[in-house]
C-alpha cells in the first residue's frame, strides 16, 4: 500500500490529513497520510530514515528549501522558486520535487475570477510572499512588494532575484505609508491569523482602493482584511482554497488524477468548517 504524510515544524492541528484523505477518497484509494513533526535541525546530517519508506509527502516550513539536496530531480516549479512543497519516489527509488504552492495560488484566483494584472501589491516579502511576487512578474503584472523596516533587506534580496529571474523591476514600498489604488491586494504576512483575528495588516482606507483581495491566512476564514474588501465591494479570496488546491496538484502529480472543480469546492468548504470547529466557531 502507498504511503504519504506531511514533514514540517511544528505542525500543530494540521488539517492536511482530512484533505488528503478526501482526496483518496475520490482517487478510489486508501493510503495513510501521516504527519511528521520533525526537529528544525532534520536534514543537516542527511535524508531522514522515517521518510524512506514514503511514496510521496507534502513539505512545510521550515524545510521547503532544506529538502532541495536530498533530490535527485526538481520540476521546474520547484527550480525556478527555489523551494519544494511536495515529493514523488519515482518507480526507481529517486525523488522529484515539486513546488504546489504556486498551483494553488493560480488555481484560487481562477476560481474566484480574480485576474492577476494590472498593479499588485503583495504584503510582505518572506517564504509564500516571495513565490507570489515571482509569479505576478511572470504573468506581467506591475507588482510591488510592501514591507516593514525590518523586511526591508529581504526585499531588496528578493527586488534582486526578480530583476535576474523575471527581467522586470520589483518595486519595495513601506507598508506603514502605504497607498492604492491597487488592482490586486495579496497579504502574505501573518497578520490577522488566529488567535490575533482583530488585527489587519493595512489601513481600511486602502482597503477600499483594492479592486481584488487574496489573504493567504486560512484561519479564520474570513479575516478582518477579507471582511473589508468584502464590504467595500472587492473580490475576495481566502487561504483555505489555496491549501486545498496546492492539495489538488500534488495528488496529480503523485497519481495523474484531475478533480472536478466541484469536489474542490466541497472539500474546501468541509476544511473550512472544520477549522472553525476546532477554534470555538472563529
Known amino acids: 500500500m502507498a504511503a504519504y504524510g506531511l514533514i514540517g515544524h511544528p505542525l500543530g492541528h ?10 483518496f477518497s475520490l482517487e478510489g484509494l486508501s493510503c495513510p497520510y501521516e504527519l511528521y513533526d520533525l526537529p528544525a535541525e532534520t536534514f543537516a546530517e542527511g535524508f531522514p530514515a522515517e521518510l524512506e519508506a514514503l511514496d510521496g509527502f507534502n513539505i512545510t516550513l521550515p524545510f521547503k528549501e532544506k529538502i532541495l539536496p536530498y533530490l535527485e530531480t526538481l520540476h521546474e516549479s520547484a527550480a525556478f522558486y527555489g523551494s519544494a512543497n511536495t515529493v514523488l519516489r519515482q518507480k526507481d527509488g529517486t525523488r522529484i520535487g515539486f513546488n504546489t504552492d504556486c498551483d494553488g495560488f493560480l488555481r484560487t484566483l481562477e476560481s474566484r475570477q480574480i485576474p492577476i494584472s494590472g498593479s499588485v501589491c503583495i504584503l510582505g516579502a518572506g517564504g509564500v510572499g516571495r513565490m507570489f511576487a515571482l509569479e505576478c512578474l511572470r504573468q506581467g503584472a506591475k507588482t510591488a512588494v510592501a514591507v516593514r523596516e525590518t523586511g526591508l533587506s529581504r526585499a531588496k534580496q528578493l527586488a534582486q532575484e526578480a530583476r535576474e529571474k523575471c527581467g522586470k523591476p520589483l518595486e519595495i514600498l513601506d507598508i506603514g505609508t502605504l497607498s492604492g489604488p491597487f488592482d490586486l491586494l495579496i497579504n502574505a504576512t501573518p497578520v490577522g ?4 483575528i482583530q488585527q489587519c495588516p493595512i489601513s481600511e482606507t486602502v482597503i477600499t482602493q483594492c479592486k481584488a483581495v487574496f489573504d493567504c491566512i486560512y484561519n479564520p476564514g474570513e479575516t478582518l482584511l477579507l471582511q473589508a474588501a468584502k464590504k467595500a465591494g472587492a473580490q475576495v479570496a481566502g487561504g483555505m482554497d489555496m491549501l486545498v488546491w496546492q492539495a489538488v496538484s500534488a495528488h496529480h502529480y503523485w497519481n495523474g488524477t484531475a478533480f472536478s472543480n466541484h469536489a474542490v469546492q466541497k472539500i474546501i468548504s468541509e476544511t473550512a468548517e472544520t477549522v472553525r470547529m476546532q477554534f470555538g466557531g472563529e
Open 193 to 196: 491569523m488566529y488567535p490575533n
Open 14 to 23: 494540521s488539517v492536511s490529513p482530512q484533505i488528503h484523505q478526501q482526496l
